[in-house]
C-alpha cells in the first residue's frame, strides 16, 4: 500500500482527527473529513487521430472526450464520457507511456509507431445516441507504472490515455488494414482518441506534480 497518496493537508487532517477520536474514546470512521487539495481532481481532454476522425464523426457532429480523475487514498477514480461519435461503436481503453502528437496537436516527428508500455484499463461503447462513458477505480493519478525485470524493462509511468478501435473493420472506410494489438483479442483497429504532452514538462496528463528540476521532467510520486 503506498500510505503517502494521502497530500500533507489531508494527511495532518486525518492525523488530527485519529487523535480527537483518540481522546474521545469514539472510533467511528466518519469522523473523518476527506481533504480536496490542489492536485486532488484534474481534467482533461483526449484528441482525435485526425485519420481516422470520419470513422469516428456520427451525422456531422465532431465527437469530443473528457475525462475527470479523482484522487483516493487507496486508489482513483477516472470517468470519462464521449460525445457526438458514431452509435454502436466499440473501443478498448489503456494508459500508455507515450502520445503520438506534441502539445500542440502536430505529429510527433520522434515518435516511431510505438506508444510504450501500456496497460488496458477498460472497454467503451457508443450507444445509439452516439454517446459513451466509464468509470475506472486503480492507481492513475502521479504513481501509475509497470515494470518486468524479466526484458530489462525499469518502473515504467503511462501518464497519457488513450482509446483504439475495438474492430478493424470499423477504421477500414478510412484506408485501415491490418490489425493492432489493442484489445483483449490482441486483433484490434488503430487509435481513436489519445491525450497531448504538456507543453512545458512533455508529460502526459496523469501526472499532475511534475518535477521540472530534472532532464527530461520526471514526476513526484
Not at 486483433?187 to 497531448?196: D, E, K, M
Amino acid at each position: 500500500m503506498s500510505l503517502h497518496r494521502l497530500r500533507p493537508g489531508r494527511a495532518f487532517g486525518l492525523a488530527l482527527a485519529l487523535a480527537a477520536l483518540t481522546l474521545s474514546g469514539t472510533g467511528t470512521a466518519s469522523a473523518v473529513a476527506p481533504h480536496n487539495g490542489a492536485n486532488d481532481t484534474t481534467k482533461f481532454r483526449l484528441f482525435p487521430n485526425a485519420a481516422f476522425l470520419p470513422c469516428l464523426a456520427g451525422n456531422g457532429s465532431t465527437p469530443r472526450v473528457e475525462a475527470e480523475v479523482r484522487r483516493g487514498e487507496l486508489n482513483d477514480t477516472m470517468d470519462i464520457q464521449l460525445h457526438g461519435f458514431k452509435p454502436d461503436l466499440d473501443f478498448d481503453l489503456f494508459t500508455v507511456q507515450r502520445s503520438n502528437q506534441l502539445a500542440d496537436g502536430s505529429p510527433d516527428p520522434s515518435f516511431t509507431g510505438s506508444f510504450g508500455l501500456a496497460w488496458y484499463q477498460s472497454d467503451l461503447h457508443t450507444d445509439h445516441h452516439g454517446d459513451g462513458r466509464a468509470r475506472i477505480r486503480t492507481i492513475l493519478l502521479d504513481q501509475i507504472f509497470g515494470f518486468d525485470p524479466d526484458v530489462a524493462l525499469p518502473p515504467t509511468n503511462t501518464f497519457h490515455v488513450g482509446f483504439w478501435f475495438n474492430s478493424p473493420a470499423d477504421a477500414a472506410p478510412c484506408g485501415f488494414t491490418g490489425s493492432t494489438p489493442f484489445n483483449g483479442e490482441h486483433n484490434a483497429g488503430p487509435l481513436a482518441f489519445i491525450t497531448r504532452p504538456d507543453a512545458v514538462t512533455g508529460l502526459g496528463p496523469l501526472c499532475t506534480e511534475p518535477n521540472t528540476s530534472t532532464t527530461p521532467a520526471t514526476c513526484n510520486p
